[in-house]
Every structure is written in structure tokens, then in C-alpha cells.
């Protein structure tokens, strides 16, 4: 079994930055892919960003591109969101998820990290 947990998420001001993490546990972890995810309150989940784990290839959300970068440290079992430039409106619980090999849904889900931008 596949567990993720997100960290790094917190209170900063608009024009900074964090930087997400997202540890999965496990023997061995070999996903398809990595992706972020973000809920905003009243808002539906939408999707940020991906990482193709094998080979490292990024996809991001048209909105997120310029500001968001994310990467993955295959030794680690660890995925990142660099977030720069952070808008109010980024506000929201921010989860990672994995897609195995073979499937279009995603089977594990981390339990979410809180980012809060204020103005």
C-alpha cells in the first residue's frame, strides 16, 4: 500500500512563495504519475499540475504555468510544488495524488495541506 503526505503549506503574503512536499511511503513506489490538486472553500477540486514519475516529464494546468513548478525526487519518493507569486485567490487545500500504471483514475490521496494567501 501507497500512503502520501503533504507538507509545507502555511500563511504567506501575496507576492511570496512556498514549497509544497509530498513523501510517499512504501517499499517500492513506481506510479504513472504524481499530480497536484487544490480545493478552494465552496469551490470544486481542480487540478494543478503532473509529473510523469519515470523520466520526470511536467504538465501544469494553463492558470499555473509561469508561477508553479513541479518536480520529483525519484530516491526520496517525493513530489514538490514550488509556488511563486502567490495570489489570495491561490488560497486553498492543496493534495497530491498518485495514478498507478494502468489506471485513468487516481488511486491514493494525500490528506491535503492548507495555503493561505492573504492580501
Known amino acids: 500500500q501507497v500512503q502520501l503526505v503533504e507538507s509545507g503549506g502555511g500563511l504567506v503574503q501575496a507576492g511570496g512563495s512556498l514549497r509544497l512536499s509530498c513523501a510517499a511511503s512504501g517499499r517500492t513506489f513506481s506510479p504513472a504519475t504524481m499530480d497536484w490538486f487544490r480545493q478552494a472553500p465552496g469551490k470544486e477540486r481542480e487540478f494543478v499540475a503532473g509529473v510523469i514519475w519515470s523520466g520526470g516529464r511536467t504538465y501544469y494546468a494553463d492558470s499555473m504555468k509561469g508561477r508553479f513548478t513541479i518536480s520529483r525526487d525519484n530516491a526520496k519518493n517525493t513530489m514538490y510544488l514550488q509556488m511563486n507569486s502567490l495570489k489570495p485567490e491561490d488560497t486553498a487545500v492543496y493534495y497530491c495524488?498518485?495514478?498507478?500504471?494502468?489506471?485513468?483514475?487516481?488511486?491514493?490521496w494525500g490528506q491535503g495541506t492548507q495555503v493561505t494567501v492573504s492580501s
Open positions: 495524488a498518485a495514478r498507478a500504471v494502468g489506471r485513468s483514475d487516481f488511486h491514493y
